[in-house]
């Protein structure tokens, strides 16, 4: 089973991955922690992490296409 969590800040960018993930019945852990996300040096969010895999938005929206 893969590793998947999604960095998010409940932008509007962040709910369509939410809603992409939930509609292929992707299981994910969300990250809401703006102090994690900075530790990781995340500029910007949402980001999706798959086995270690970091995607932006635009790469996680063709892997979510893709499952």
Not at 12 to 32: A, F, H, M, R, W
Request: charged share 30%.
């Amino acid at each position: 089973m893969l590793n998947v969590t999604l960095y998010s800040t409940n932008c509007p960018k962040c709910k369509v991955l939410k809603t992409k993930l939930n509609q292929k019945g992707i299981v994910y852990e969300e990250i809401n922690d703006i102090d994690i996300m900075n530790k990781k040096g995340f500029e910007f969010v949402p980001k999706l992490d798959v086995d270690g895999i970091i995607y932006d938005f635009k790469e996680a929206v063709e892997w979510i296409g893709g499952q």
